[in-house]
């Protein structure tokens, strides 16, 4: 009688897993994001943030939702080599920080609904914060008259704001059980558009949801 109730139970569950809906989803997220400047990496590392989701329709436009997510990218990368120039040998330091921030929204459509396994793509606007500095010692210098000697020059970059543009990818929600799902995702954010800096991101992440 055990047996067969234990059996029941986990029949049972299948059974609502495999019928899979909901309305509103709470999900984290991390994984790894690089940052560009147009062909240009500024920075590569963990990345992790978090949303809300809500699938409000009935129907077949149950497998449309929508979702607000943020995400945090920090990464700093610091860079030695010794070279020799007219006899003279010069220690190049090169110092990269980054510290970057991801506001989106974005409408989903899932390829399948109410089953354990939903793939699904997305699109939407998201804005794209940046802080971003370049110091390289010893990479530019004067040449002495006279002398000959290397007078090294200062180098130096630095950019601070933001621009707004289209994120579109995709990925795949797989539910642990009724209320919990395994998610992964990858995501392209372009935001290349106007003029000045062109920033774009790549992002794959891998996270948990909870759904309600």
């Not at 049972?12 to 899979?20: G, M, P």
């Not at 990345?47 to 436009?61: A, D, L």
């Not at 000697?149 to 200062?154: K, N």
Request: aromatic share 12%; with cysteine.
């Amino acid at each position: 009688m055990t047996a067969f109730g234990l059996t029941a139970q986990v029949q049972a569950q299948e059974s609502r897993v495999k019928d899979w809906s909901y309305r509103a989803e709470v999900f984290g997220l991390f994984g790894n994001g690089r940052l560009y400047n147009g062909d240009n990496l500024w920075g590569s590392g963990l990345e992790y943030g978090g949303g809300i989701g809500v699938r409000p329709f009935s129907g077949w436009m149950k497998r449309i939702g929508f979702e607000f997510e943020g995400a945090h990218f920090k990464s700093s990368r610091t860079t030695r080599s010794i070279s020799v120039f007219q006899n003279q040998t010069m220690d190049v330091s090169t110092f990269r920080n980054l510290d970057s921030r991801l506001l989106q929204g974005s409408v989903l459509y899932h390829f399948r609904s109410g089953t354990r396994m939903q793939p699904f793509g997305s699109i939407g606007i998201g804005r794209l914060n940046a802080n971003y500095s370049f110091e390289c010692v010893n990479c530019i210098f004067d040449v002495q008259p006279g002398t000959g000697a290397l007078i090294p020059r200062e180098s130096k970059s630095e950019y601070r704001g933001g621009k707004t543009g289209i994120t579109f990818g995709g990925g795949l929600k797989f539910a642990i059980n009724r209320h919990l799902s395994v998610r992964s995702q990858a995501q392209w954010v372009g935001m290349s558009a106007g003029s000045g800096i062109n920033l774009d991101a790549l992002r794959f992440q891998l996270g948990l949801g909870v759904h309600f």
